[in-house]
């Protein structure tokens, strides 16, 4: 056989079988969805994960007119419920809403019976939103150098609480302890609302609050914010200064929500969800419905996602080899 009717027989079986693909990934995406969709929350109802997730469950239910159901699975840091989504049939029809938490499991348990790459599928990025370090008003505290003055001359009496080990608000504290340069002891709380009502009661001296949990509190005086933890000011405290500006430069934590599913699940059912979220998240509807609570709608490519996911990982293994954080 000549060398113009090999290269022909090649060209025409690349033919053949790119368009099986493309015939196969038409029959996916076509057939998908037929049953409802599950989307996982490894956290009580109420939190970030839970909302993004609840609210894109409604849109997608309308737009695919199938069942999207929230099914909220506590415990472990969220471990639970992306233990139960790794090993779910790769369909897509096992979904799993989570936030920076995802990334920092891997840096504080010592066995996890899932890989937090490997394992999952990035479907998008959904939100983002950021922290407010919070102190009680009758700390005496007037701005954020003179709460960092106070810990370096309390070494070792200093504290500050978080919604427990491993929460994005023990991290983000975590963080600021080492770019600050102060020593604080860490206490961990159940949740979010207790760790607030310490700092309300000034049993303890700061904790990184997630915003929407705490702007009430900030706007009627019951809680002093001291600095936002994004690069820029927030608009739903915008008298309060970044960390940044307020004494500790370059300093940036950032609160993430998003989606997976696992790894297997077929590409084009992959792209054709975060196509489909991308819409939603676009949608100036969602960021109408978002921003009164610091949430901001914030869509990205899978492979955009799982990239983030990486970083993180690294950023909190370095903080956690640095504290000694192990999972309790």
Same mark, same amino acid.
């Given at each position: 056989?000549?060398?113009?009717?090999?290269?022909?027989?090649?060209?025409?079986?690349?033919?053949?079988?790119?368009?099986?693909?493309?015939?196969?990934?038409?029959?996916?995406?076509?057939?998908?969805?037929?049953?409802?969709?599950?989307?996982?929350?490894?956290?009580?109802?109420?939190?970030?994960?839970?909302?993004?997730?609840?609210?894109?469950?409604?849109?997608?239910?309308?737009?695919?007119?199938?069942?999207?159901?929230?099914?909220?699975?506590?415990?472990?840091?969220?471990?639970?419920?992306?233990?139960?989504?790794?090993?779910?049939?790769?369909?897509?029809?096992?979904?799993?809403?989570?936030?920076?938490?995802?990334?920092?499991?891997?840096?504080?348990?010592?066995?996890?019976?899932?890989?937090?790459?490997?394992?999952?599928?990035?479907?998008?990025?959904?939100?983002?939103?950021?922290?407010?370090?919070?102190?009680?008003?009758?700390?005496?505290?007037?701005?954020?150098?003179?709460?960092?003055?106070?810990?370096?001359?309390?070494?070792?009496?200093?504290?500050?609480?978080?919604?427990?080990?491993?929460?994005?608000?023990?991290?983000?504290?975590?963080?600021?302890?080492?770019?600050?340069?102060?020593?604080?002891?860490?206490?961990?709380?159940?949740?979010?609302?207790?760790?607030?009502?310490?700092?309300?009661?000034?049993?303890?001296?700061?904790?990184?609050?997630?915003?929407?949990?705490?702007? %009430?509190?900030?706007?009627?005086?019951?809680?002093?914010?001291?600095?936002?933890?994004?690069?820029?000011?927030?608009?739903?405290?915008?008298?309060?200064?970044?960390?940044?500006?307020?004494?500790?430069?370059?300093?940036?934590?950032?609160?993430?929500?998003?989606?997976?599913?696992?790894?297997? %699940?077929?590409?084009?059912?992959?792209?054709?969800?975060?196509?489909?979220?991308?819409?939603?998240?676009?949608?100036?509807?969602?960021?109408?419905?978002?921003?009164?609570?610091?949430?901001?709608?914030?869509?990205?490519?899978?492979?955009?996602?799982?990239?983030?996911?990486?970083?993180?990982?690294?950023?909190?293994?370095?903080?956690?080899?640095?504290?000694?954080?192990?999972?309790?």
């Amino acid at each position: 056989m000549g060398l113009r009717n090999v290269c022909y027989v090649i060209v025409m079986s690349l033919f053949f079988w790119c368009g099986l693909y493309t015939a196969a990934s038409r029959a996916v995406t076509a057939d998908y969805p037929i049953k409802p969709i599950r989307i996982l929350v490894g956290f009580t109802p109420g939190g970030g994960p839970d909302i993004t997730a609840r609210y894109i469950s409604q849109r997608l239910s309308e737009e695919y007119k199938q069942q999207v159901i929230v099914d909220n699975r506590p415990g472990a840091g969220g471990t639970i419920a992306a233990n139960i989504t790794a090993n779910a049939n790769p369909d897509g029809y096992t979904l799993l809403a989570v936030s920076s938490a995802h990334a920092v499991a891997p840096a504080i348990y010592s066995q996890l019976p899932f890989n937090a790459l490997r394992d999952f599928a990035g479907i998008s990025q959904t939100a983002v939103s950021k922290y407010v370090l919070v102190t009680s008003p009758t700390s005496g505290y007037k701005n954020l150098k003179d709460l960092m003055q106070a810990a370096q001359q309390k070494s070792g009496q200093f504290n500050f609480s978080s919604a427990g080990v491993g929460s994005g608000s023990h991290f983000a504290g975590e963080l600021f302890k080492s770019m600050a340069k102060i020593d604080a002891v860490h206490i961990p709380f159940k949740g979010i609302p207790e760790a607030l009502t310490e700092s309300l009661t000034g049993r303890v001296n700061f904790f990184m609050s997630p915003i929407a949990n705490a702007v %009430v509190f900030v706007r009627e005086g019951k809680l002093l914010g001291l600095g936002v933890s994004s690069i820029k000011r927030d608009p739903l405290l915008p008298d309060v200064p970044t960390i940044a500006e307020a004494g500790v430069p370059k300093f940036e934590s950032i609160l993430w929500f998003g989606l997976l599913t696992a790894q297997r %699940v077929p590409k084009p059912i992959l792209m054709g969800l975060n196509h489909e979220v991308t819409r939603i998240l676009n949608d100036p509807e969602a960021r109408k419905r978002w921003a009164p609570i610091g949430l901001e709608p914030s869509p990205t490519t899978p492979a955009a996602f799982d990239k983030l996911i990486a970083s993180d990982i690294a950023i909190f293994t370095t903080i956690a080899n640095a504290g000694n954080i192990k999972a309790q």
